[in-house]
């Protein structure tokens, strides 16, 4: 990955960079370079991922997913994937140079009620910096595939015409359509494509779609 004055990074690890283009990768300033994962800290955050889920699931959205709960309780203070981040202890080494502080709010008591440091809690000198990892490094490649996308839809048809005697007659069909994970020319492999590119027909039409169901409605159900 290549900074913006031309340096480039060639770390260890899964980089999580927040921005395309880094201030300076040859730096050793947190404020400068882009945070990295070991394979051995992805798979432990992983596992604390799945503890936090265990605890305060089932979400009901994305937003319960990511953000911290209104609450009087120990889950309140972050959301899950923070959680875990924290538990996981992945910036350990970030912050082993810096040190904790309570913000003061006193100035605004009378507006924030919470304004104590009980309330308020330590925060750590490198939040936010790009050497650290919080959620929305995770977030950020994952984001769109969080939300899974029906693959079973329905369509209807309507059709009219007018007899000599002048009646209309009118008709309505309903189809449910799956689409399934085959191809619709089935050359290629469906879950595990090998590394030459899809079939032509393939790269235009994309995978198959089965009519599962079809039947025609009364005027009521229109």
């Known amino acids: 990955i290549e900074s913006i004055q031309g340096t480039t990074d060639s770390g260890t690890g899964t980089p999580f960079p927040l921005s395309s283009s880094a201030s300076d990768t040859n730096s050793n300033n947190g404020w400068e370079k882009f945070s990295r994962i070991s394979d ?12 936090q889920v265990r605890q305060r699931g089932p979400f009901m959205s994305i937003a319960d997913f990511v953000n911290r709960r209104i609450a009087d309780d120990s889950l309140s203070a972050q959301g899950a994937i923070q959680e875990a981040i924290e538990q996981a202890g992945i910036n350990s080494e970030v912050r082993a140079a810096t040190s ?7 100035d605004y008591a009378s507006i924030f009620p919470y304004s104590d440091a009980a309330s308020v809690g330590a925060r750590n000198n490198a939040t936010g910096v790009p050497l650290e990892i919080n959620q929305a490094n995770i977030l950020l490649p994952i ?35 799956q689409r399934v994970p085959e191809y619709v020319n089935t050359v290629d492999e469906p879950w595990f494509p090998d590394e030459r590119p899809l079939d032509s027909i393939n790269q235009s039409f994309g995978r198959r779609f089965k009519v599962v169901n079809i039947r025609w409605l009364d005027r009521a159900e229109i």
């Open 40 to 51: 051995s800290n992805i798979e432990t955050l992983a596992e604390k991922i799945v503890e």
């Open 100 to 106: 904790n502080t309570i913000p003061n709010y006193s």
């Open 143 to 177: 984001a769109p595939k969080l939300t899974a996308r029906s693959d079973t839809f329905k369509i209807r048809a309507y059709g009219e015409v007018v007899s000599i005697g002048g009646d209309t007659v009118q008709a309505v069909c309903e189809a449910t359509v």
